[in-house]
């Protein structure tokens, strides 16, 4: 069963503190290149007079693209090498985007989202599985928290380039942002994957979920909690008796919260360990949803969303940095690979069951899902430490 742990370091060289910024920085260009991309797709949809749940359908394809992105990911790196999969897949996505720009047809968007999903699915993969091998164990929190917080904040500023850029260049400025991640790939030095490395024998998917539910589980609540907030958010805010400009601020709240203590919640996870900080946020994240409605309309709101941003954040850095701890070489490629795939469905999964609850109009619909999800997180790091328990046990006897 793969658990060992990935490069146990305590000492952090020059070369792996420069392939670190450099692969933050390649996939910070991505991050705001995704978050341009996105809302481009949906305004030239609208003008083209689709409805909003043609233009749900045809984004959602990307999120598709996402989870087949396990399907070539191992298979391509085995083969023809970590960098040249990157820099072929990226590529694709380039040229993927520079395209959109003459398209017109929905069909053609969403085959285009759909390779699109699929190239940045597999660098996405193959960066975190980078990221998660270079960094020092004793400070893989904190690194791996400033990692996310960059790819989050410069996905933020996608809108920003939106409305800056003219409506006839806008993909082109797109394809333009994945461009300047290119010198950063070819900047790398001469490192392999571990995946190119190993061997041994195959293991079943379901022998990774089952080795890490904790992962798994902390993966797929941050993938709802970030659609659902982003989507839903300021749509329940206004069922709720709020004006435009309140609902959307909630959102923004929430991304606010996310951002700014996701670096907190690493190097706490350094300090005091990733279990017990684990188990802090999902049970903050549980408290703050069963507050949430009870908060509509006071100056509570706020300071819950913020939290709420903020544990859900640093549930996703403390699932990274769990698997970095249990995984490595073509291991750590293929668990990182399957949380791509959990990722893209719960994009698709999460919003429409929220969506379902809301109709009712009920002020407990996005709590509810919420707090679910963070029981079930829970329930994982209970039955977790219950084997850890069980493990040494064993140890001790044997």
């Excluded at 994957?193 to 998917?205: I, K, M, Q, R, T």
């Excluded at 609540?221 to 004006?243: C, R, S």
Aim: net charge neutral; proline share 4%.
């Amino acid at each position: 069963m793969p658990t060992s742990a990935a490069f146990a370091r305590s000492v952090w060289n020059r070369r792996d503190r420069l392939d670190f910024w450099c692969l933050t920085g390649a996939i910070a260009m991505v991050g705001l290149a995704l978050g341009t991309l996105l809302p481009l797709t949906a305004l030239q949809l609208d003008a083209q007079g689709l409805g909003s749940a043609a233009i749900g359908l045809v984004i959602a394809v990307h999120a598709l693209g996402l989870v087949l992105a396990i399907l070539v990911c191992e298979r391509c790196t085995a083969r023809y090498g970590a960098r040249r999969t990157v820099e072929c897949f990226g590529l694709a996505a380039v040229g993927t985007a520079a395209l959109m720009q003459g398209v017109s047809n929905p069909f053609a968007f969403a085959a285009a989202l759909f390779v699109l999903g699929i190239s940045l699915g597999v660098v996405l993969n193959m960066v975190e599985t980078w990221v998660n091998e270079v960094v020092p164990e004793d400070q893989r929190g904190r690194w791996l928290a400033i990692h996310c917080t960059l790819f989050t904040l410069f996905q933020l500023c996608g809108p920003v380039v939106v409305q800056h850029v003219p409506a006839e260049h806008a993909f082109e400025a797109c394809a333009g942002l994945m461009v300047l991640a290119w010198p950063i790939y070819r900047a790398l030095s001469a490192r392999t994957l571990g995946a190119e490395e190993e061997g041994g024998g195959a293991v079943s998917w379901i022998q990774y979920l089952c080795s890490a539910p904790v992962v798994v589980v902390s993966t797929a609540l941050f993938a709802l909690f970030d659609t659902i907030v982003l989507g839903l958010l300021p749509v329940y805010g206004l069922a709720q008796g709020m004006d435009t400009a309140t609902a959307l601020a909630s959102a923004s709240v929430v991304l606010a919260g996310d951002t700014a203590l996701e670096i907190v919640v690493g190097v706490l996870a350094d300090r005091f360990g990733r279990a017990r900080v684990h188990t802090v946020c999902a049970i903050s994240l549980m408290a703050s949803s069963l507050l949430l409605p009870l908060s509509i309309g006071t100056l509570w709101w706020w300071p819950l969303l913020f939290f709420m941003g903020g544990a859900a954040g640093g549930i996703y850095v403390l699932s990274m940095m769990a698997c970095g701890q249990r995984f490595s070489g073509k291991h750590l490629l293929r668990m990182t690979a399957l949380l791509g795939s959990v990722w893209g469905l719960s994009s698709i999964a999460g919003p429409l069951v929220t969506g379902v609850l809301m109709a009712h109009n009920s002020p407990w619909s996005i709590p509810a899902v919420v707090f679910a999800m963070a029981a079930g997180l829970l329930a994982s790091l209970v039955y977790e430490r219950h084997l850890h328990t069980k493990q040494s046990r064993e140890f001790s006897h044997a």
